[in-house]
């Protein structure tokens, strides 16, 4: 009898331990993670843009091409979807991905409203044992992010009291565009603006550059979440790695007076989380827009910083952007005794790969750093200051039941509302 080594034929590598993947969204983000799912088995190619959907199928020419997303998801073989469409169907297509029991990595952010996040983060746990989910907050891979999660772990900082993120991207609109023209032939309009409230066509919303474009659409209410989910995604990520949060119990925010039809450019919102084993209950907060948090020192002007975090403790605080860090011990008591670096051995190991990250736990553990309880948990906070942002006043949370305890205008914001013909729990 032959005996072959396990390895070989069932190694990473082999055609049996590839994933079936779908990629909806074919271009502009897309692209990016062409090459971490072209060594895989890409099956599926979804995207409403015909000429887009070509631009994948030049790459992936064995797939099957589809412009409903729907429809895509209805192909047998398919194990895995990575989604990159715009903000306002990416809870949609997660929630239907994973109610099919499909690996699912999701661009940031995981959806366009608080019950959007939590209805993806319950599919998610109802099917983790089968599935790995990735939310497609790529920065998490420098190693930064452990560093800095360790100085605030091992108390470098003292107890931490506070943290706030910030980002300065400032992209005004006046409002919905006006109707300008026809759709072209190659593009499906209509199944772009999917379960949205319909805005007529206007090319605007489509003449942003690859991996751009979404600049063009997401200051929208009915597209996206502005700075929040865009950059936000991002940068409140360096701070939610540190804090072990789970959902907070009150929201707050203020900015630029609101816009029914466009998102605020300068925004603050701050919110009160319990305390964990690790810490006291802390306050975390976001700017942006030209919105800052107050330096704690002279010596460092955070406005220096485009997209940073500020983490202030009992015995000084720590500044933050994605890559680098700097450690900044106050007041007289800070003689950073109280602080033990860690051991060698128990620093915290680098990532292979963002996409990759997520590949590996598809054929593993099912474990990645960003999955949908990580990241929804953070996307649904932020997305209740814009609830708070909304009703203009300090709102309480109940994060177990997903409920507003004190303003029921602001309950009814927790949600959106859907164009007929579209289900988001499918
Ligand atoms: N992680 C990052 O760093 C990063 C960077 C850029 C964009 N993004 C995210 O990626 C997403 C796409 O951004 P973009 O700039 O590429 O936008 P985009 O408008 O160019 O859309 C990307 C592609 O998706 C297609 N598409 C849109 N809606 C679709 C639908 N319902 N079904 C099928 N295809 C659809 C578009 O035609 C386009 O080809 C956004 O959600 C954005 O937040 C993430």
């Known amino acids: 009898m032959l005996i072959l080594p ?21 271009w502009g983000r897309g692209e990016a ?17 015909e000429e887009h959907l070509a631009f994948g199928a030049k790459r992936f020419p064995q797939a099957k091409t589809y412009v409903d997303w729907r429809q ?17 169907t990416h809870a949609f297509v997660g929630n239907w991905a994973l109610n099919r029991g499909h690996h699912l990595y999701l661009e940031k952010p995981m959806g366009n409203s608080v019950e959007e996040a939590r209805v993806v983060r319950a599919n998610y746990l109802k099917n983790k044992h089968k599935v790995a989910t990735q939310v497609g907050t790529q920065r998490h891979e420098f190693e930064n992010f452990n560093r800095v999660r360790e100085l605030v772990l091992d108390g470098a900082i003292g107890e ?14 006046p409002g919905y565009l006006p109707a300008e023209g026809e759709p072209p032939k190659h593009l499906h309009y209509d199944l772009w603006i999917g379960p949205s409230p319909f805005h ?5 919303y489509f003449s942003g550059g690859p991996g751009m474009n979404c600049l063009q659409w997401n200051m929208y209410w009915d597209f996206g979440s502005g700075q929040v989910g865009d950059m936000g995604s991002h940068t409140m990520d360096i701070a939610w790695n540190a804090i072990d949060a ?45 919105a800052m948090p107050e330096s704690p020192n002279r010596c460092i002007d955070l406005t220096k910083i485009d997209h940073g975090a500020l983490f202030e403790g009992s015995k000084g605080f720590l500044v933050s ?11 007289d008591k800070a003689d950073l005794t109280y602080y033990k670096p860690r051991a060698k051995e128990a620093v915290l190991p680098k990532m292979r790969g963002f996409q990759q990250e997520w590949i590996d736990a598809c054929k593993g553990n099912l474990k990645t750093s960003c999955d949908c309880e990580y990241s929804g948990n953070m996307i649904e906070t932020m997305l209740l200051g814009l609830v708070a942002y909304r009703v203009g006043k300090k709102i309480a949370y109940d994060g177990a039941a997903g409920r507003v ?7 009814a914001l927790l949600r959106r509302t859907y164009r007929p013909g579209w289900t988001l729990n499918g």
């Open 405 to 411: 305890t004190d303003h029921p205008d602001a309950e």
């Open 200 to 204: 007529p066509y206007n090319p605007g």
């Open 72 to 88: 895509c998801l209805d192909q047998k073989d398919i194990n895995a979807v990575v989604c990159c469409t715009a903000d306002h």
């Open 246 to 290: 789970a959902l907070p119990t009150s929201a707050e925010a203020k900015g630029d007076p609101f816009h029914p039809e466009v998102t605020p450019v300068r925004l603050e919102m701050h919110f009160d989380f319990p305390a964990n084993q690790a810490r006291p209950p802390i306050r975390v907060s976001w700017y942006q827009g030209g």
């Open 6 to 26: 396990h390895t070989r034929l069932f190694g990473a590598d082999a055609p049996s331990n590839k994933l079936n993947i779908a990629l909806i969204g074919t």
């Open 33 to 49: 993670h062409f090459g971490a799912i072209g060594r895989e088995n890409v099956v599926a190619l979804c995207d409403v843009n």
């Open 321 to 331: 952007d994605f890559t680098s860090r700097v450690l900044y011990p106050g007041g």
């Open 160 to 173: 931490l009291e506070s943290v706030c993120a910030w980002g300065n991207r400032q992209i005004p609109r």
